[in-house]
Structure formats: structure tokens, C-alpha cells
């Protein structure tokens, strides 16, 4: 994975460590606690430039389109373990923020970039409802048009940073077509007839929060329209792509991190009055999990070239998200059997590291969505 870093990159790198070790170790305790991140975590990546690196200067962003500076904030804060922090930028910069930047208007980009880059506006996405998570078509939340506002009703659920979010974009139809009925609309803090429900109670990423929400005849201008009307589900099979390779950098990252720490572990724990690395089957369980790092490693890399170079399809895309979160699911669950008893331990981060990843194979779409999606591109 590293060859596809150059010198700037590596630079970036280093200075996304150090902001992990001054603005999310001392925090992510509480944040935890809290079940939620603070906004802080925004306000000081935006601070730091790690927020809309690819936006346009004149908007207050780095003017560097390139994917690589994204892949290495998401890749380093999930090797730190501090997933959910993770999962909150990753977020805010590789998932919503191109609805932001490709869909807008000069009005729009102005209303809503500076706040978005600073970290002052944290973006979510609603697309799920309580009803429909994988079929996007049977989505339900209706937006009427009435004068120079519409009206939506109806609810979604799981949304992430779904509490803090001040712009959520939110998938609703405007039209009865399965596919060609559905528009993105993007629903402000404050607006009336828009309610959040409790911040959901998961059994991992403690500190994401991850929402309901509820929309009674929400009266939104028709400026916060995205793009065209009806054309919401090309959209956002346009941004999945890049959406799934985020997902399949975090899964690495977070795989390297609890590898990381399982080497350094069998190092020093002892048993039978040698160190438990010495035995056979933690050499060969090591080699293999090192191994297994390599090839997802050599396949990100290969994907996230081809993003750059604008050739990552749906199909890759897929590909690299199955590959990826299954994969971490078993770097992580034989990484927490290497620790024993102690792997089981919340202070152990390896015991974070195993619940956090479970989710993986199911957002961003499910690991058997994947398999749909690579099947049916062999006429199947
Ligand atoms: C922590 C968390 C954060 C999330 N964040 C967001 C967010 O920010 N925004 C957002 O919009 N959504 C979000 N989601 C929702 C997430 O994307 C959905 O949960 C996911 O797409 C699956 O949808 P579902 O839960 O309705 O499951 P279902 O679609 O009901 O699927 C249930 C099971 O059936 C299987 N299945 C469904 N269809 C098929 C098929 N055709 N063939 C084979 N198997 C199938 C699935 O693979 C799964 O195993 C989040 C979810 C969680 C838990």
C-alpha cells in the first residue's frame, strides 16, 4: 500500500499522527463515554487542513484533487484503533462531502463549503428507513413541491453522525419510478418540522452516533434542491464507489492496527515460561495474518490508483469493500485470540478493534449486496 505515497503524502501522514496523538487519544475516552464525538474533532481537522483537500481554495479548501491525502487520514486513524473517530471524518470528507462539492451551484457551494471545510458544518447522508436498507428504490420519505418550498414526510434511520450533523442530505422521492423518482434534498439544522429521534444504542462504535429522523411536513426552500429533481439514485450510484473504497481503507487500516498490536503482544506475553510468539502456531498465525494484510494492501492500492485516475467502477468498487471488511472481520477475531483472556478486555484495544469491525460488512452496503452487484456483472 505504502508505494502508492509519495514524499507529500508520507509528510501528510506524519501530520495526521500527530494529530491524532494532541486532539483524539487525550479525547476519545469521553467521546466514547459519551457515545457521540465531539464537534471538536471537526473544528480541529478543519484547522489543520485535513477537511476538503480536494475543494476549491476559493472555498476554503487545500485545491489538491488528489484522493491519496483522503486515503491517508482515513488509513491512519483507523491503524490508531480510534475507529469511530475515524468513521465520523471519513465521513464527513470521502462520503458526503462530494454531493457538496459535484452537485452544487455557485449559490450553493457558497452557502455551504467554507462551513463544511472548516468543520464548523458536520454533513451526514440519509438514505436508510426503517423499512429499506439494501433496496434503495423502495425508499418512502416523500418530498412535495409546494411553491418555492417542499414539503417532506416520512423517516430514516442509522444515520451516522446523524446527531451532530447540522446538513444532512436526504434521499426522498419525488416521483413513483423505482429508480428515476428519487431527488437529494439537503435538510438544515433547525428547520422546521425536522426532528432527530435518540441516538441509537449499538453494540460497537461507541463513539459514532448514529441517528433517526423524522420529517413532519419539513419545509425546506427549493435552493436545497442537488442537482436535478428525480435524479437522486444515479447520484448516489455515482458516489459509491468512492464511498466503498473509504470503507475498504478503513478496513485496512483498522486490520494493520490490530495486527500491529497482536505482534507486539505475542512478543511479550508469556506462557509455559516462554514468550507465546515462540510457539509455532503463533509464528505461522502471524504469517499468514501478515500475508493476508499484503494482498488486501496490494488490492486497495490498486483501486485507489484507479480512482485516481477516474476508473474505479461499481463492480472493483464491490470488490474491494467484500474483500477488505471480511477480511479485517477475520484479521481481527484471530488477532483477539492471540491475546487470550485479555483480548476480551475493553482496556485492550484489540477488544474495541473486534466489536467496531463487526458493522463493516454491513453499511455502505452488505458483503451479499457486493456478491449481487460482482454476480450479476457476468450476466448472471
Ligand atoms: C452503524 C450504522 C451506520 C450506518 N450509517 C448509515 C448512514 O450514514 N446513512 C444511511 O443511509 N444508512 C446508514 N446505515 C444503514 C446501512 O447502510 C444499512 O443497514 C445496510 O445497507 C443494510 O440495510 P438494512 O439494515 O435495511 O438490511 P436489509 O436490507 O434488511 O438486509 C438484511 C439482510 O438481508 C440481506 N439481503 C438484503 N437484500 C438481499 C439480496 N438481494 N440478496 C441477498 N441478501 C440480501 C442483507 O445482506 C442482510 O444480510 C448504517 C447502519 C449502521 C448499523
Redesign the pocket.
Known amino acids: 500500500m505504502d508505494e502508492i505515497f509519495e514524499d507529500e503524502h508520507l509528510a501528510f501522514g506524519e501530520s495526521v499522527k500527530q494529530f491524532i496523538d494532541r486532539h483524539i487519544a487525550p479525547n476519545f475516552d469521553d467521546w466514547e463515554k459519551n457515545k457521540i464525538v465531539d464537534r471538536s474533532l471537526f473544528l480541529e481537522a478543519g484547522k489543520a487542513g485535513f477537511i476538503g483537500v480536494d475543494v476549491d481554495e476559493s472555498y476554503g479548501g487545500g485545491g489538491v484533487g488528489d484522493f491519496r491525502y483522503n486515503a491517508l487520514l482515513n488509513l491512519e486513524v483507523s491503524r490508531s484503533g480510534f475507529t469511530g473517530a475515524a468513521l465520523a471524518l471519513a465521513?464527513q470528507n470521502d462520503v458526503v462531502l462530494p454531493y457538496f462539492s459535484d452537485l452544487t451551484n455557485d449559490e450553493q457551494k457558497q452557502r455551504w463549503l467554507p462551513k463544511i471545510v472548516t468543520g464548523e458544518y458536520v454533513i451526514?447522508?440519509?438514505?436508510?428507513e426503517p423499512n429499506?436498507?439494501?433496496?434503495l428504490a423502495g425508499i418512502r420519505t416523500s418530498a412535495t413541491l409546494e411553491g418555492d418550498h417542499y414539503l417532506i414526510n416520512g423517516s430514516?434511520t442509522?444515520?451516522?453522525n446523524g446527531q451532530n450533523a447540522d446538513l444532512v442530505v436526504v434521499a426522498v422521492r419525488t416521483s413513483p419510478d423505482p429508480h428515476r423518482g428519487l431527488s437529494l434534498i439537503v435538510v438544515e439544522r433547525g428547520m422546521p418540522g425536522f426532528n432527530r429521534g435518540r441516538n441509537l444504542d449499538?453494540i460497537g462504535?461507541a463513539s459514532?452516533d448514529?441517528s433517526e429522523l423524522f420529517f413532519e411536513n419539513c419545509r425546506v426552500p427549493r435552493e436545497n434542491l442537488l442537482g436535478e429533481e428525480n435524479q437522486g439514485f444515479y447520484y448516489l450510484v455515482k458516489n459509491l464507489p468512492q464511498e466503498r473504497l473509504s470503507l475498504a481503507i478503513g478496513a485496512l487500516g483498522a486490520a494493520e492496527g490490530a495486527f500491529g498490536w497482536t505482534v507486539e503482544y505475542v512478543k511479550e506475553r508469556k506462557a509455559f515460561g516462554v514468550p507465546i510468539g515462540s510457539f509455532q502456531n503463533s509464528r505461522f498465525q502471524i504469517a499468514e495474518l501478515s500475508t493476508e494484510l499484503d494482498v488486501a494492501g496490494s488490492f486497495v492500492a490498486s483501486c485507489l490508483n484507479a480512482h485516481l485516475q477516474g476508473r474505479l467502477d461499481a463492480i472493483r468498487a464491490a470488490k474491494v469493500k467484500l474483500h477488505t471488511t471480511e477480511m479485517q472481520l477475520r484479521v481481527v477475531d484471530r488477532c483477539l485470540q492471540l491475546h487470550g483472556g485479555y483480548g476480551y478486555m475493553r482496556e485492550y484495544p484489540i477488544a474495541r478493534a473486534y466489536i467496531d469491525a463487526r458493522?463493516q460488512t454491513?453499511?455502505?452496503?452488505?458483503?451479499?449486496?457486493m456478491k449481487?452487484i460482482i454476480g450479476r456483472s457476468y450476466g448472471l
Not at 451526514?124 to 436508510?128: D, E, G, N, Y
Not at 429499506?132 to 433496496?135: F, N
Not at 454491513?362 to 449486496?369: L, N, P, Q, V
Open positions: 465521513l451526514a447522508i440519509a438514505m436508510t429499506t436498507g439494501s433496496d430514516k442509522f444515520i451516522s449499538k462504535l459514532q448514529t458493522i454491513i453499511y455502505g452496503g452488505t458483503s451479499e449486496i449481487e
